[in-house]
């Protein structure tokens, strides 16, 4: 598999060199997400159940990205760095050299559809590390507890003018390491028409849990739902997994969460959601469940401050407050 990514990597490279009539743009964008989370302290210092923004009573930048892009009407290279709280969590496993890369991939484009090879950010949940395009400041459980990246080749058709179709072949849940190849695949199904978004996702690989003795498939099935009118926007994202002997250790999640624009500067949000994992395969508890309040002010066309109280209870502990506050910086 390594040996085949590695030529097709070189043919895109060859191809791309060819073309010497469409000249490449270059763009370049980023953000800055930096917060402070009041809490309870405890001996990992960070919010349960959480990647991003988890680091407790102390400020950090938990994203600093920088988005390049160089394109024309055929080809597209995109490099993504990254630093912060967040991208020392969640690439942990990978090798230091890897660990900041956020994305990077190569894309030949054609009329209705394209082909990429690389890494990606994931395809999973309505969700991104992106911040400051979510509803939410804080991101919920179900982009908690899928992969966060993926890693191998992406292909993509533009049915018609609502509908677009995405499939996978993939290196693992979240796995950069090609030296021990695990292969799986994934579609995203996506309808965009109106004040409507609708996404179907689905992942399907082999996976080896800690305590298992061998891999196991493992199976992911994801629907988010967004209607947008006026000055309200109303999401919703549920999820089922499933894996083991039989498919017998089985996890899902359902949330929902709006936002209310109280004029152009300010926009109040809140979420409830629910976590149901009996076999422990994702979380230390069996039921979670959370709820959040927050409000978001933007200070100009670039720069957001904010502040959200959120709320964990499981069979552990009933009650489990956080305080994120919070600023947002694009450019």
Known sequence: MKKWLIILSQIFTTSILAENKDTLRFQMHGLIDGYYTLGKSNPLGKVPYLVSSSNLNSFQINLNL????WENSKWKYALSPAIGTYMQQNYANEKWYKRWIYEAYLQRKWNRSSLALGVFSSPYTQETPKSIDQMSYSRSLAPEYVPYYISGLKYQLNLNRYWNLSLFAMNGWQKMDYSQLSPSFGSLLEFKRDRWKFNWSTYIGREKPILAKEPQ???LSEWNVQYAFKKITVQSCAFFGTQGINFSRNWCQINAQ??????????????????NDPSTLQLPVNHLSSSSLGVIYSLNNVMNIGTESRFFKSEKKGFEPYQFLFFQLKF
Not at 66 to 69: F, H, N
Request: positive net charge.
């Open 217 to 219: 498939t493992r199976f």
């Open 258 to 275: 709006a936002a209310y624009a109280l004029h152009q500067r300010t926009k109040l949000y809140g979420r409830i959601e629910y976590f």
């Open 66 to 69: 920088v988005e390049l892009t």
